[in-house]
């Protein structure tokens, strides 16, 4: 069966930072999910990070110039935790190599997760177009990314993969 990866938040699962519970309702993703084809992911605690956490931003750049090593990331007590955040990227990349993903479904604004758009580094809310780590990733891999708010768009694309 052809699976897709999806950030665990968007399932309900307590992963988030703030460890807040807030699944996405969607016919689609409920769909998907009692079909069994979600591989499950957050790449922040696969990173080795808690729940909950500070937050954190992309410092300098996105989600490519980390990968590139131009940019890191540090939450808001001033912690580098760069590192953590591409251990986790990568181990949503070894997942989708296992399962043979083409498809991912990631929490937008995310600095591992967002597809379009990310914090711009300053802790004040503030978004710029950008990747997050595992997004980037993930793409750079050939997977194609589509994030909460695209999912009648996936769902499109997955019936022509
Ligand atoms: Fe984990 Fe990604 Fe959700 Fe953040 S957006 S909680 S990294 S799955």
New binding site residues.
């Given amino acids: 069966m052809e699976k897709i990866l999806i950030?665990?938040?968007l399932l309900g699962l307590p992963?988030?930072y703030d460890n807040k519970i807030q699944p996405v309702e969607n016919k689609y993703i409920q769909k998907w999910h009692k079909e069994g084809r979600f591989i499950i992911v957050?790449?922040?605690?696969k990173g080795g990070l808690p729940t909950p956490r500070p937050p954190a931003e992309i410092m300098g750049g996105s989600g490519e110039d980390v990968l590139s090593g131009n940019a890191c990331i540090h939450n808001s007590a001033g912690g580098d935790v760069t590192q953590a955040f591409i251990t986790g990227a990568q181990a949503a990349l070894d997942l989708v190599q296992r399962f043979h993903i083409r498809m991912a479904i990631?929490?937008e604004k995310?600095p591992?997760?967002g597809s379009h758009f990310i914090y711009d580094g300053t802790f004040s809310r503030r978004l710029i177009p950008g990747l997050g780590v595992t997004a980037a990733l993930l793409i750079r891999n050939g997977v194609s990314v589509f994030s909460e708010k695209e999912i009648g768009t996936a769902f499109e694309f997955f019936g022509r993969i």
């Fill in positions: 950030s665990g938040c992963v988030r957050c790449p922040e605690v990631l929490k995310s591992s997760c």
